[in-house]
C-alpha cells in the first residue's frame, strides 16, 4: 500500500499475532536476532535476521537483505514483516521499500521506542558512515501493530528512553492522557496498565503523520526536546532517550523562559520526570550545548527553530534568536 494513511494494530496478546497478519501473501518474516531467540514461535515463516546495532543499520546489510530475499524467491507479491526494535524496522522497511521498486510491508516494533515512534510515519532509512539515517525514503507500512506484550522482556534501560518519546507525544497534544501516564509511571505500574499510554502515543504520532507526511508543518512538533536532545547526544553519546528526557526539560525551561509555558508547568514535568527515574539535568556546559545547537540543520539565518510548550497538550514552533538562545541557556543547564 502506498498512501498516507497510518494503519495501527493494537493486540493484547502474542498469540493473537498470526491472526492479524495477511492470509492471501506470501510472507517473509525479518526479524532481530535477540527477538528470534524469545519470540521466533509466533512468527512461523521464512525468515531473515538482523543484528541490532547502529553499525548494521547500513546499505551493505539492506543489500545482503536482499540478496536473501532473491534466493527465498521473493516477488512483488511478497509481503515483508519486520519484527525487532527500531533499528530492524527502519532496516526492514527501507529493504521493502526499494526491494523490486518496493513491496508491500507492515512492522511488529518489539521495544517501547519502536512502538510509539521509530515504527510509526513512514521514515525508512539506514546510516552512512557513521551519519545517521542519511539515506532513506517516506513510505508508509501496510501497519504497525503494537502489542505491549514484547516489553516483558525489554531492559529497563530501553523501556526509559522509550517513555521519554510516550511522554513527549502526550505533552504535545493530550494533558489529561500525560497527567495519567504520569501519575501511572509515578507509582509503578503493569504493562496492562501502561497499554493504553502506549496505544495513546501511537495513534497521536499517527494522526499527526497523516496530516502532514512529509513535515512541513504540524509533524515537526515531534521534534519537541530533540535540538538540545542531539547536542547532548554529539557532545558525550548519552542514548538517545536519556537525551530526549533532558531536552523535554530544557524545552520546558525555555518556554518559561520566553513566556510561552507557566512556570509550575514546567515545575510539574520536571518532578514528574525526576519521579520516574528519567534524566533531567544536562551533563554539558552551556557553551558547549550552545556551540553544537548554533551547527543545529533548523538553525535559519541568526535563528533556529524551537518546538515549544505553551502548557501541557499544547506545543508550538518558534523561531528564537541566537542571541537570546545563548543568554537563555546558562540560566536553562
Ligand atoms: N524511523 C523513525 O522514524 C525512527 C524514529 C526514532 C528512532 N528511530 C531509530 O530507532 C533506532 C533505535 O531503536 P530502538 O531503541 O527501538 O532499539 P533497537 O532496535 O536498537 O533495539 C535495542 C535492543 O533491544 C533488543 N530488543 C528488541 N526488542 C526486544 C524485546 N522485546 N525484548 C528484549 N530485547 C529486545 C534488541 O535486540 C537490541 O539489542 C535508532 O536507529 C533510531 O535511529 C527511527
Do not use: W
Request: proline share 3%; glycine share 8%; charged share 25%.
Amino acid at each position: 500500500m502506498v498512501g498516507n494513511s497510518v494503519k495501527l494494530l493494537n493486540c493484547n496478546s502474542l498469540d493473537e499475532i498470526s491472526h492479524l497478519l495477511p492470509k492471501e501473501k506470501r510472507v517473509i518474516v525479518i526479524i532481530d536476532s535477540n527477538v528470534k531467540a524469545i519470540y521466533g514461535k509466533y512468527f512461523p515463516f521464512p525468515h531473515i535476521e538482523v543484528n541490532a546495532s547502529e553499525k548494521e543499520k547500513s546499505l551493505f546489510v539492506v543489500a545482503d537483505i536482499a540478496r536473501k530475499l532473491m534466493d527465498l524467491e521473493a516477488d512483488r507479491d511478497t509481503f515483508l514483516l519486520a519484527v525487532g526494535g527500531g533499528i530492524t524496522t527502519d532496516i526492514a522497511a527501507f529493504t521493502a521499500s526499494i526491494y523490486f521498486r518496493g513491496v508491500d510491508f507492515a512492522l511488529v516494533p518489539t521495544t517501547l521506542l519502536s512502538q510509539v515512534d521509530a515504527a510509526i510515519g513512514g521514515k525508512n532509512g539506514v546510516n552512512l558512515d557513521g551519519y545517521k539515517n542519511v539515506l532513506g525514503v517516506i513510505r508508509q507500512p501496510s501497519f504497525t501493530l503494537i502489542c505491549p506484550q514484547f516489553l516483558k522482556t525489554l531492559p529497563q534501560s530501553d523501556i526509559k528512553g522509550g517513555l521519554a518519546e510516550m511522554l513527549k507525544t502526550l505533552i504535545l497534544k493530550d494533558r489529561e492522557g500525560y497527567c495519567k501516564a504520569a501519575s501511572l509511571l509515578k507509582r509503578g505500574y503493569t504493562l496492562e496498565e501502561l497499554s493504553p499510554y502506549i496505544s495513546r502515543a501511537a495513534a497521536i504520532k499517527a494522526q499527526i503523520v497523516e496530516s502532514d507526511q512529509f513535515e512541513n508543518g504540524d509533524r515537526k512538533l515531534l521534534n519537541l526536546g530533540h535540538t538540545f536532545a542531539h547536542a547532548i547526544e554529539k557532545e558525550i553519546g548519552t542514548s538517545h532517550g536519556e537525551a530526549v528526557a533532558i531536552g523535554i526539560i530544557l524545552a520546558s525551561r525555555l518556554s518559561v523562559k520566553l513566556g510561552i509555558l507557566a512556570h509550575q508547568e514546567a515545575v510539574t514535568i520536571e518532578e514528574d520526570f525526576i519521579k520516574i527515574g528519567l534524566e533531567t539535568k544536562s551533563p554539558i556546559k552551556p557553551e558547549h550545548l550552545f556551540s553544537s545547537m548554533k551547527r543545529d540543520k533548523k538553525r535559519s539565518g541568526d535563528s533556529i527553530s524551537f518546538i515549544l510548550i505553551e502548557r501541557i497538550g499544547k506545543c508550538t514552533i518558534h523561531p528564537v534568536q541566537i542571541a537570546r538562545l545563548e543568554e537563555a541557556l546558562y540560566d536553562l543547564s
